[in-house]
């Protein structure tokens, strides 16, 4: 899975992306959503507004005349407008002149406005001349993520400094995931001189629920509308050490879901079809193979999940509204690859036909922390895995990581929230926070002084990895040569000890008990 924030900032490079506001709407007539489109603002967007007065901070690159975000909820579409205006005071600033802009063609269409250079009070229309050039460059290709993006990137020629650029685009959003809906949060990350604003507005009918953190100022609403004017902000001033949720600054969401209860009866129906094995499936012999040579749930489970984990590859896929639809298990083994949603149907499918209670959870690669004290939104999960329920109690288990395999030794989650996926809908969960059931790293050394504290002492240093960092520490070594392995070790423990001076190093790996490295 795969979210973004859409951020609201006075900068070089400005972001428009599909996963950011959802809604449905049929795709214009004869536009092509490959191509960027070129047209005046849409009707509903209000002017931008006037700069400040505040006086520039000294050494400035360049001043923000205005920095404006308009977000319409249609009845049956969702439209943003984005507007920036800034002034060129030195050479640093010319930056601002390589513009880019990012979108989906499968849920997006990209209309540019406007890109004017105004130099001397007199206008200069840069679109008469020059047009953006569209790329799909896949950024993330090195992580194994195909997301389906396209970069548009436009220089705008002949910029100075002293000049002001201005540029304006608007998006046009539909899901074709999860249907009419609108969600999506901005995070306002400017500072210094200039005005900033963020407007949404809904059509009639709609109900939208926003919030804003403590830091930024109350909106003006009128039932229909909420304006957050957010005039030269100074430097966002962070709690060091804070768990995130103390540290959500500037941060602007809204929603329709009513409650998580919305959004998990939402998701749940697309896992729900993935999730179904086909008569005659493969994936469904090996089910009955595993659950054939024992009767015990917990090496059932473990084996599926060595079985998921080896035999399918980790690749995102979020093409054509994959963010949040997982691919059907029979196309995930034919391609033998697939994300976490992939993965985890392929092994929820497995866990149940073996009798085992499991269910797909959505959580937050990054723990999750103030989960719970955001809008409703699917926007708060990034992963997806599968919690099965053995002997009274519960194991998240990932079938994207390597290793972690062997239940009984399974750390306990690390997730501050979860969401399971349930036709009927579910409430966010707060996992209970529990003691890891070892430690993370045993050191032991042996020290022979028996020559004389005069001469070089007989050292035997072992360390003992477990949990998350193992499966990785072997999978990085075991991808080595064996000259370069051994050197990686011994650079290791150079770094570790440094008063060590290996003449030997090994190492061993156990499934069941971690990897071993010695020197």
């Given at each position: 899975?795969?979210?973004?924030?859409?951020?609201?900032?006075?900068?070089?490079?400005?972001?428009?992306?599909?996963?950011?506001?959802?809604?449905?709407?049929?795709?214009?007539?004869?536009?092509?959503?490959?191509?960027?489109?070129?047209?005046?603002?849409?009707?509903?967007?209000?002017?931008?507004?006037?700069?400040?007065?505040?006086?520039?901070?000294?050494?400035?690159?360049?001043?923000?005349?205005?920095?404006?975000?308009?977000?319409?909820?249609?009845?049956?579409?969702?439209?943003?407008?984005?507007?920036?205006?800034?002034?060129?005071?030195?050479?640093?600033?010319?930056?601002?002149?390589?513009?880019?802009?990012?979108?989906?063609?499968?849920?997006?269409?990209?209309?540019?406005?406007?890109?004017?250079?105004?130099?001397?009070?007199?206008?200069?229309?840069?679109?008469?001349?020059?047009?953006?050039?569209?790329?799909?460059?896949?950024?993330?290709?090195?992580?194994?993520?195909?997301?389906?993006?396209?970069?548009?990137?436009?220089?705008?020629?002949?910029?100075?400094?002293?000049?002001?650029?201005?540029?304006?685009?608007?998006?046009?959003?539909?899901?074709?995931?999860?249907?009419?809906?609108?969600?999506?949060?901005?995070?306002?990350?400017?500072?210094?001189?200039?005005?900033?604003?963020?407007?949404?507005?809904?059509?009639?009918?709609?109900?939208?629920?926003?919030?804003?953190?403590?830091?930024?100022?109350?909106?003006?609403?009128?039932?229909?509308?909420?304006?957050?004017?957010?005039?030269?902000?100074?430097?966002?001033?962070?709690?060091?050490?804070?768990?995130?949720?103390?540290?959500?600054?500037?941060?602007?969401?809204?929603?329709?879901?009513?409650?998580?209860?919305?959004?998990?009866?939402?998701?749940?129906?697309?896992?729900?079809?993935?999730?179904?094995?086909?008569?005659?499936?493969?994936?469904?012999?090996?089910?009955?193979?595993?659950?054939?040579?024992?009767?015990?749930?917990?090496?059932?489970?473990?084996?599926?999940?060595?079985?998921?984990?080896?035999?399918?590859?980790?690749?995102?896929?979020?093409?054509?509204?994959?963010?949040?639809?997982?691919?059907?298990?029979?196309?995930?083994?034919?391609?033998?690859?697939?994300?976490?949603?992939?993965?985890?149907?392929?092994?929820?499918?497995?866990?149940?036909?073996?009798?085992?209670?499991?269910?797909?959870?959505?959580?937050?690669?990054?723990?999750?922390?103030?989960?719970?004290?955001?809008?409703?939104?699917?926007?708060?999960?990034?992963?997806?895995?599968?919690?099965?329920?053995?002997?009274?109690?519960?194991?998240?288990?990932?079938?994207?990581?390597?290793?972690?395999?062997?239940?009984?030794?399974?750390?306990?989650?690390?997730?501050?929230?979860?969401?399971?996926?349930?036709?009927?809908?579910?409430?966010?969960?707060?996992?209970?926070?529990?003691?890891?059931?070892?430690?993370?790293?045993?050191?032991?050394?042996?020290?022979?002084?028996?020559?004389?504290?005069?001469?070089?002492?007989?050292?035997?240093?072992?360390?003992y990895i477990m949990g998350d960092t193992a499966p990785l520490f072997n999978a990085q070594l075991s991808a080595l040569p064996t000259d370069q392995r051994d050197r990686s070790l011994r650079a290791y423990w150079a770094a570790q000890d440094g008063w060590i001076e290996p003449e030997k190093v090994s190492w061993r790996y156990d499934d069941g008990n971690r990897p071993v490295s010695r020197a």
């Amino acid at each position: 899975m795969r979210n973004d924030i859409v951020w609201l900032i006075a900068g070089c490079v400005l972001a428009a992306n599909s996963t950011f506001v959802v809604a449905a709407r049929p795709s214009p007539a004869k536009v092509d959503p490959n191509q960027v489109q070129y047209g005046p603002p849409p009707p509903w967007a209000a002017p931008s507004p006037a700069g400040t007065a505040t006086e520039t901070p000294a050494g400035a690159p360049f001043r923000v005349i205005y920095s404006d975000s308009q977000i319409a909820v249609m009845a049956d579409h969702v439209e943003r407008h984005v507007a920036f205006r800034a002034k060129l005071l030195n050479a640093q600033a010319l930056t601002l002149g390589a513009l880019q802009l990012e979108w989906n063609p499968s849920s997006q269409t990209m209309t540019v406005n406007t890109v004017r250079i105004y130099r001397d009070g007199s206008p200069i229309d840069v679109l008469t001349t020059s047009r953006f050039s569209v790329m799909q460059r896949e950024a993330n290709l090195e992580a194994s993520m195909l997301t389906g993006m396209l970069t548009a990137s436009l220089q705008v020629p002949g910029l100075r400094v002293g000049d002001e650029v201005e540029f304006a685009y608007t998006t046009s959003d539909r899901d074709i995931t999860l249907g009419n809906r609108a969600y999506g949060a901005n995070l306002l990350l400017a500072e210094g001189a200039g005005a900033n604003r963020l407007k949404l507005s809904w059509a009639p009918g709609k109900v939208v629920h926003y919030q804003n953190s403590p830091d930024m100022p109350a909106p003006v609403a009128d039932g229909s509308s909420a304006t957050w004017q957010f005039d030269d902000p100074k430097p966002v001033k962070l709690i060091e050490g804070a768990p995130p949720r103390f540290n959500v600054r500037r941060l602007i969401e809204y929603s329709d879901f009513a409650g998580w209860k919305d959004v998990s009866a939402a998701v749940a129906p697309l896992f729900d079809k993935a999730s179904t094995l086909a008569s005659g499936s493969a994936v469904a012999a090996e089910a009955d193979r595993i659950a054939s040579q024992s009767e015990d749930p917990l090496l059932r489970a473990g084996a599926a999940l060595k079985f998921v984990q080896e035999q399918i590859r980790y690749v995102y896929v979020g093409l054509d509204g994959a963010n949040y639809r997982p691919m059907e298990i029979e196309t995930t083994w034919a391609n033998r690859f697939g994300d976490c949603k992939a993965k985890s149907v392929m092994l929820l499918a497995m866990l149940k036909r073996m009798g085992i209670s499991s269910e797909i959870v959505l959580v937050n690669s990054q723990g999750g922390d103030g989960i719970w004290e955001r809008v409703p939104s699917p926007l708060m999960f990034d992963h997806a895995v599968v919690r099965a329920q053995i002997g009274g109690r519960n194991y998240y288990l990932d079938s994207t990581q390597a290793g972690n395999r062997v239940l009984s030794l399974l750390e306990p989650t690390r997730y501050r929230t979860a969401l399971p996926l349930r036709s009927g809908g579910a409430d966010l969960e707060r996992p209970p926070a529990t003691p890891a059931v070892r430690p993370e790293l045993i050191r032991t050394i042996d020290l022979d002084l028996t020559a004389g504290v005069t001469k070089p002492g007989k050292v035997t240093a072992n360390r003992y990895i477990m949990g998350d960092t193992a499966p990785l520490f072997n999978a990085q070594l075991s991808a080595l040569p064996t000259d370069q392995r051994d050197r990686s070790l011994r650079a290791y423990w150079a770094a570790q000890d440094g008063w060590i001076e290996p003449e030997k190093v090994s190492w061993r790996y156990d499934d069941g008990n971690r990897p071993v490295s010695r020197a």
